[in-house]
């Protein structure tokens, strides 16, 4: 471990299901720290126990970061070491410790990250979709209004979308999916590392069908990943304006309904929205 006399926190990326994912050097650190800050005690003391390793413990969490602070600071200041673990991957990655690394590093405390799993890349790097460019959305709001809005907001991004997300939400997300960004396709990674792993690929209304097909497949936890929209095209002459193309779909004998889907999958929007603007230049006719 480097210079012991300086009091270090060790941000220590876990396994994410298969326990042969730790490094060596996660390993070393773990065994060799003073002190281990984990968002839950009793789900890695089984990981410790696995590698035989007697560190003490203290929990963090969401609901108790921020009194954590000072007790981990003052123990950095004696010059302990410190590992932060969450309860599986990569801490800070949808999991607790932005406060208190934010902290630290205020404080111009030594920070040192130890690199290993995280379900984002790892997902990434099998499902075949675009990952030059991608977009970590976290986990999307609970509630069905302020899910679909975000999801909105984000319809018209190129870059692939990224998602977290529960075995109890994936049915509610997939239909949010299907309802925003129609056909494009969406990959399902589950149970990463662990024994069922599984990756689904279709459209949002496949992968439902799927589901519906195999209540199983609805099981874990879930990596989401959305290919982006495609890029706008801005050769001369490639840009029309929208009542051309609605006017266009009306005189091609499109109905209104149907056009209005395909009017909020080429520019966005509610599909209300270009229902009712469809039945006004209809109405002008």
Not at 37 to 54: F, M, P, Q, V, Y
Not at 99 to 121: W, Y
Not at 126 to 141: E, I, K, Y
Not at 209 to 234: K, Y
């Amino acid at each position: 471990m480097t210079d012991m006399n300086v009091g270090t926190l060790y941000v220590v990326a876990t396994p994410i299901g298969n326990l042969d994912d730790l490094t060596p050097r996660a390993a070393r650190v773990l065994a060799e720290v003073d002190l281990i800050a984990a968002e839950d005690t009793r789900h890695s003391a089984r990981l410790l126990a696995h590698l035989g390793i007697k560190t003490p413990m203290v929990s963090l969490h969401e609901h108790n970061e921020s009194r954590r602070i000072e007790e981990l600071d003052a123990r950095l200041a004696a010059g302990e070491q410190v590992a932060l673990i969450s309860d599986a991957g990569t801490p800070l990655i949808s999991d607790p410790g932005f406060v208190l690394v934010r902290e630290l590093r205020e404080r111009r405390r030594r920070i040192v990250p130890l690199p290993g799993a995280c379900a984002l890349t790892v997902a990434l790097s099998a499902a075949g979709l675009p990952t030059d460019r991608f977009m970590f959305c976290g986990f999307l709001p609970a509630k069905q209004g302020a899910r679909r809005q975000q999801l909105e907001q984000w319809k018209e991004r190129e870059e692939t979308l990224v998602f977290y997300e529960s075995p109890h939400r994936i049915h509610a997300t997939l239909e949010a999916l299907q309802d925003v960004f129609s056909a494009r396709p969406v990959v399902l990674a589950r149970e990463l590392t662990k024994t069922f792993e599984t990756f689904l690929q279709g459209s949002a209304e496949a992968l439902l069908a799927t589901l519906a097909d195999d209540p199983n497949q609805a099981r874990g936890e879930f990596v989401v990943m959305v290919q982006g929209s495609p890029a706008v095209s801005t050769e001369e002459g490639a840009d029309i304006s929208a009542d051309t193309l609605l006017q266009a779909l009306l005189d091609e004998g499109v109905g209104v309904k149907q056009g209005a889907a395909v009017a909020a999958r080429l520019l966005g929007g509610r599909k209300q929205v270009w229902y009712a603007r469809l039945q006004a230049i209809k109405g002008e006719h």
